[in-house]
Every structure is written in C-alpha cells, then in structure tokens.
C-alpha cells in the first residue's frame, strides 16, 4: 500500500515536497517513483528511483525536481522547485518490484492515492 501526501495550492516559483510511504512488504529490489495527471490530460511519468539510488526524470523537470528516497522508511519523496502552472497535476507514486524496468513505461505493480498540486500564476 503507498500512501501519499504534500500537495497543495502554491504560487509559480515556489516549491513543495511530495511524500510517499509504502507498507507491507515491498521487495528490497524496486523503482518508486512518480506520475502525474493533469484535467483531460493522460497520465504522464515524472520521476523515479532505483532501490540503489539510480534516477531518471521526465525531460520537462529536469534541473527542477529532484527525487530521493529512505529504503528504511520505504518512502520516496519528489522535491519540487521553481513550479510552473503547467505541473498543477494529480500526483501519484508508484512502486514497481524488481531490478532492471522502471516506471518510465507507465507499468507498476503498486499504485497509491493521487495527491493534488495546483501551482497558479
């Protein structure tokens, strides 16, 4: 199960931090990560993380979000800055098991709740 939190309505410029835990067993070899989805828009990867700390990121927040992880706590967390209205999205994480796919292709094993980010002009 993967629980999310940490969006809200911010100004453009400004930053926030998604949070997103995951319970029960989980595999020590996994990708979580993140997608979004914006209102009549199809859903699109943002970001993810290996269990070894390898990332990739979608080409629009490159230089701007950075994604990171605690395996202890099972958590990953997407550290948004310089926001932009065009990421007001829903956000959900994701957590995919195994070593060698990631997120990227839109498949994951587990999904959590969406979490809303509005960024205004």
């Known amino acids: 199960q993967l629980q999310a939190s940490g969006g809200g309505l911010v100004e453009a410029g400004s930053s926030l931090r998604l949070s997103c835990a995951a319970s029960g067993r989980t595999f020590s070899s996994n990708f979580m990560g993140w997608f979004r989805q914006a209102s009549g828009k199809k859903r699109e990867f943002v970001a993810d993380?290996?269990?070894?700390?390898?990332?990739s990121y979608t080409e629009s927040v490159k230089g701007r979000f950075t994604i990171s992880r605690d395996n202890a706590k099972k958590t990953v967390y997407l550290q948004m800055n310089s926001l932009k209205p065009e990421d007001t999205a829903v956000y959900y994480c994701a957590l995919r098991l195994g070593f060698r796919l990631g997120l990227a292709d839109g498949s994951s094993h587990y999904w959590g709740q969406g979490t809303e980010v509005t960024v205004s002009s």
């Open positions: 993380m290996r269990s070894d700390g390898r990332t």
